[in-house]
């Protein structure tokens, strides 16, 4: 069983910032690649950022220059840090990791979501 629990999302006006957590536990071997989704109301679930086990990222063109994700490996983390935040970022975000488990079973694991609303 392995379980991703998130938080830091809350409310926020716009130019503001927010960091977001993500903590991995449970029966995990590794962690592959990690990364933020988000879903606004009526639109479909968007990538955000993802990190691989060795630090290489990717971020949709949408938050290039002001969202900035990390992870700490030890700690089973990933982080998004949210800049200069604009009302269009409003939306349900959840992280997700490419997990294997100590069974050697690899699967992807979801957390349950944080809301993030700008104010403009």
């Known amino acids: 069983q392995v379980q991703l629990v998130e938080s830091g999302g809350g409310l926020v006006q716009a130019g503001g910032s927010l960091r977001l957590s993500c903590a991995a536990s449970?029966?995990?071997?590794?962690?592959?690649?990690m990364g933020w989704y988000r879903q606004a109301p009526g639109k479909q679930r968007e990538l955000v950022a993802s990190i691989t086990s060795d630090g290489r990222t990717n971020y949709a063109d949408s938050v290039k220059g002001r969202f900035t994700t990390s992870r700490d490996n030890a700690k089973n983390t990933v982080y998004l840090q949210m800049d200069s935040l604009k009302p269009e970022d409003t939306a349900v975000y959840y992280c997700?990791?490419?997990?294997?488990?100590?069974?050697?079973?690899?699967?992807?694991?979801w957390g349950q979501g944080t809301q993030v609303t700008v104010s403009s």
């Open positions: 997700n990791a490419y997990v294997v488990s100590r069974s050697g079973v690899g699967f992807t694991a």
């Open positions: 449970g029966s995990i071997f590794g962690i592959n690649a």
